[in-house]
């Protein structure tokens, strides 16, 4: 069987501010707000600190499973559920957060991850579905069943490592070039030509 992974998504237009900047250090993520994304395991990464924490994407009631969880953390108030942003807003929130977050358990690919590597972002991946392949060995990644305590622990090693220089910016950047368009369309012709 043959795998052809998809490109990564470089952005070049304009990067604008968006209407909702946070004051502090953030995380970041990206995506619908259902079941599949599985936000609501993310709340448990602000105890004990002080940073915010954005997600961005189409609301829907499961938004309110992630506020739930962020009650029982007290952390309410730096949980910040933007709906859709356009792709300007989306970049300046990639290029600005101090991590990004992915923890889906149900991802044909996990394009906003190596959307936020090609930012040189140290990315907090779930071990589910293709993730692990998408970050390799430059991404970090939480415990299968999402325990909090080892969540905690896993974001702050993971955070460690990236500011300590042991997987550097420059290194996650390179990791999500290598997943190009153009890389995809030539395996593509490759296998049709070994079919003639």
Known sequence: MDVIYNGCNIYDGPIEIPEYV???????????????KNFHVLPCLLKDNHYEMVISGLRFPYEKQIMENADAYGVTDRIHLTGPVPESHKWWYMRHCLAFMFPSIAEGFGLPA?????????????????????????????NYG??????????????????????TSEEI???????????????????????Q
């Open 22 to 36: 946070p004051d502090r250090p953030f995380l970041y993520s990206v995506g619908t707000l259902m079941e599949k």
């Open 114 to 142: 190596i959307e936020a590597m090609s930012c040189g972002k140290p990315v907090f991946l779930s071990r589910h579905t293709s993730l692990p392949e998408i970050g390799g060995d430059k991404a970090f990644y939480f």
């Open 146 to 167: 999402f325990e909090p305590e080892l969540m905690r622990k896993e974001f702050k090693e993971g955070m460690d490592k990236y500011e300590s220089g042991a997987v």
């Open 173 to 195: 950047m390179r990791h999500a070039l290598s997943f190009s368009w153009e890389n995809a369309a030539m395996q593509y012709v490759s296998i049709y030509r070994s079919l």
